[in-house]
């Protein structure tokens, strides 16, 4: 299984992204997809996580209200939509397979397969 980030670039403040993940290979159903990034210099951090069982959405305090989370069973692919963007956004963001049970606490230790990072770069 491969999970491979794309659309992410450079984009002035309050601007917007939508950034898509794309899986080849069988995920069982009962895994939740989420969101990561990891900013120069920080460790890696949860953004936000969606499970497959219900749809729950979950979100970190920096993004909620700005980001959106969402995935397309059909396409097999996982979007997130990043909105009113800021500087502190700035960030390699990646896509992960994540334990149904840790989603919500959108915690590195729950990942069970990392896709390929894209960039964001918020500037002026």
């Known amino acids: 299984v491969q999970l491979q980030a794309s659309g992410g670039g450079l984009v002035q403040p309050g601007g917007s992204l939508r950034l898509s993940c794309a899986h080849s290979?069988?995920?069982?159903?009962?895994?939740?997809r989420g969101w990561f990034r990891q900013a120069p210099g920080k460790e890696r951090e949860g953004v936000s996580c969606?499970?497959?069982?219900?749809?729950?959405?979950y979100y970190s305090n920096s993004v909620k209200g700005r980001f959106t989370i969402s995935r397309d069973n059909a396409k097999d692919t996982l979007y997130l939509q990043m909105n009113n963007l800021k500087p502190e956004d700035t960030a390699v963001y990646y896509c992960?397979?994540?334990?149904?049970?840790?989603?919500?606490?959108?915690?590195?230790?729950?990942?069970?397969?990392w896709g390929k990072g894209t960039q964001v770069t918020v500037s002026s």
């Open positions: 992960a397979v994540v334990q149904a049970g840790l989603c919500s606490t959108l915690d590195t230790y729950g990942v069970e397969l």
């Open positions: 290979g069988f995920i069982l159903d009962d895994y939740a």
């Open positions: 969606i499970s497959s069982s219900d749809g729950s959405t």
